[in-house]
């Protein structure tokens, strides 16, 4: 058990709908009301990973060792052009076509 | 002639080889038990008949002419929909990939191919792979084909369904979290999650990078052990695949045998949260492999109780960063936004998640950006990591004292539909025994251990075993399944009901 006593704070809906914001997902606001309780209860439920999580323990992201890898550095095919664009909602002369990036005023 | 569709894969191959049937005939039996059951199984989002019936062509010929083929050439099998397929179209189970047909092949459809296996079509599954019971798909559930009512696991319900219900002899998944084996118990099927790393994740739609991994889905032990070598094995477009070759699979089930095997049994993984029908069958196999002559003895695994949450956290985490490439940019669906006039990428892209991701989809990538926040990440992600150091120390720990570890695969039958559709977390503890596989990286198999008796629905035993060594499941496996069919007279699913083709 970790020495501070923390607490989970509890997921409030106008933080589930500021965290919707950060994964660019318009969230309703019926949808904020059904979703946020349960977040609110999963949240409770994984907290206690804390129990056992002392400072001495070692954070593992991946099952085996990672290492670099590397291939030889030659010329292979890739796809065409025309198959890379093949699912784009919109195409224009052989490129991605996406809405404005800026402001209009930028 | 035989029922075609009622044939193992392994026996499939025996005829196909000696001329005795041909791929043709074989693929058209399986396309037309779809065509009769699929309306009410709904294991299938796509069936791609012309291209299965133009690979089995091919491979008739080519045994025709004398050529020399791999084993399972000219045995269909059926796609999980999370695996990208040259031209046939890819969805995960999301409207955000309605109608998305991939300009390549995954690694394992890739070997498929060059096997000559042909491509029956894509299966049913919980919207990117999120969740245990493929009600989460947005093309509506599967149905368990052992009672049309109840759902057949997730996430890769349509695989076990499809091979459940004869409508193909194969079929690949991928399990995050037991979402091959899960299915595998619930359906009276068999289901393996190799070795992580031992199955190639190119061109997979990722949903937990450091967890994923695609295996194979079938009726029996050997049929999953010939699968496992046509799909396994090093590949350089992954750069967390194995370079190592595998285990002989196929000879560990010929040369079964657990003479002097030690075999632990998780302390953890059972009690009061398991159904007692669950327990009772499990024991039954415990008592079966002791009578084989394993040593069987009781393994405690005390951080596996806190798998569940770590998973909880770890998963969505990396879902949370996997899913941010649905922007609506490069592919997929893109929505147009009522009353705004140019409306910005950010704007569309938030627009067309809000419309393209389901219910499951959205709280995972919320709960994961949460736990990534800054303030929240040392409290949440990494203690999750600090968990998972402390289930492979569990592991270690228990693999020096046996050889492999044995559980129920999943804590209850196939549940009613709807019945934890809105409690999440009830949902989630359906793949409480098969998680801390995935967490280690170590293989799993799901193999029939029965049916319960309070309601007549089919268990799962699990068996794991350390990284590297998947041989072992295919030993334990063949054991268990050989003792259970002679006990019952017959392979389990014998004793499915009989569905009704539809008109």
């Known amino acids: 058990m970790p020495a501070d006593h923390w607490d989970a704070p509890a997921l409030t809906r106008d933080q589930v709908a500021y965290l919707a914001g950060l994964a660019r997902i318009d969230l309703t606001p019926a949808e904020l009301d059904h979703l946020a309780p349960q977040l609110a209860v999963i949240l409770d439920a994984v ?58 005023e930028a | 002639m035989a029922n075609l569709t009622r044939l193992t894969a392994a026996e499939l191959s025996k005829r196909l080889g000696a001329g005795e049937v041909s791929s043709t005939e074989v693929t058209e039996a399986h396309l037309e ?19 299965a019936m133009a690979t089995a062509r091919r491979v008739d010929d080519r045994r025709v002419a004398g050529e020399t083929l791999p084993p399972l050439a000219g045995v269909p099998v059926a796609v999980k929909d999370v695996m990208a397929t040259r031209g046939i179209p890819t969805t995960c189970g999301s409207a955000i990939l309605a109608g998305w047909v991939p300009p390549y092949d995954a690694t394992v459809v890739a070997r498929l191919r060059a096997a000559g296996l042909p491509i029956l079509g894509k299966t049913n599954m919980d919207e990117f792979a999120m969740g245990s019971s493929t009600e989460h798909s947005a093309y509506g559930p599967t149905h368990n084909p052992w009672d049309l009512g109840r759902i057949p696991g997730g996430s890769g319900g349509g695989s076990a369904a499809a091979v459940a219900a004869y409508e193909a002899p194969l079929a690949v998944g991928t399990d995050t979290g037991g979402s091959i084996r899960q299915p595998g118990a619930v359906t009276g099927t068999v289901g393996v999650k190799p070795t992580y790393g031992g199955v190639s994740r190119y061109g997979l ?52 045998d657990v003479t002097g095997l030690r075999v632990g049994v998780v302390r953890e993984l059972g009690g009061d949260g398991y159904q007692a029908g669950v327990r009772a069958r499990f024991d039954e196999v415990v008592a079966l492999l002791s009578d084989a002559g394993a040593t069987v003895v009781e393994v405690s695994c005390p951080h596996f109780d806190y798998a569940f949450a770590a998973y909880y956290l770890i998963l969505p985490s990396e879902a949370s960063s996997n899913l941010a490439r649905f922007d609506a ?23 067309t998640r809000e419309a ?36 492979q120390r569990d592991f270690a720990a228990a693999f020096e004292q046996v050889d492999v570890l044995v559980s129920p695969t999943a804590p209850t039958t196939a549940f009613r539909f709807g019945q934890k559709l809105d409690d999440p977390v009830a949902m989630y503890l359906s793949d409480v025994a098969t998680i801390p596989a995935n967490l280690a990286g170590v293989p799993g198999i799901s193999v029939p251990s029965g049916l319960a008796e309070e309601d007549g629905l089919p268990t ?27 006990r019952w007279g017959g392979p389990l699913l014998d004793r499915a009901p009989q569905l009704e083709p539809s008109a």
């Open chain 2, 356 to 391: 393209g991701f389901g219910d499951e989809v959205k709280r995972r990538i919320i709960l994961g950006t949460y736990a990534l926040s800054s303030g929240y990440y040392d409290a949440y992600y990494g203690s999750a990591q600090k968990v998972r150091t402390l289930i």
């Open chain 1, 47 to 104: 907290a206690r990973v804390r129990e056992v999580a002392g400072e001495d323990v070692p954070l593992t992201s991946h099952p085996l060792p990672l290492r670099n890898v590397f291939r030889a550095d030659e010329v292979r095919p890739c796809l065409p052009a025309d198959e890379a664009l093949a699912g784009a909602p919109a195409v224009e002369q052989q490129r991605f076509s996406v809405p404005r990036i800026l402001g209009e």
């Open chain 2, 205 to 256: 739609v990722a949903l937990a990078s450091s967890l994923d991994q695609a295996g194979p889905v079938t009726r029996t032990v050997l049929d999953a052990a010939m699968l496992h070598e046509v799909i396994g094995g090093y590949d350089p477009m992954d750069s967390t695949s194995l370079d190592a070759p595998l285990p002989p699979l196929v000879e560990a089930v010929r040369d079964a």
């Open chain 2, 329 to 351: 940019m490069r592919y997929g669906m893109r929505v147009g936004l009522d009353g705004v006039a140019d409306p910005s990428a950010e704007q569309v892209m938030a627009a």
């Open chain 2, 460 to 486: 799962g035993v699990q068996v794991l075993a350390p990284a590297q060594a998947d041989d072992r499941l295919y030993r334990v496996g063949a054991v268990v399944e050989a003792m259970l069919v002679e």
């Open chain 2, 33 to 51: 038990r779809i065509g009769a059951v699929d309306p009410a199984v709904h294991a299938f989002l796509h069936v791609d008949a012309d291209g």
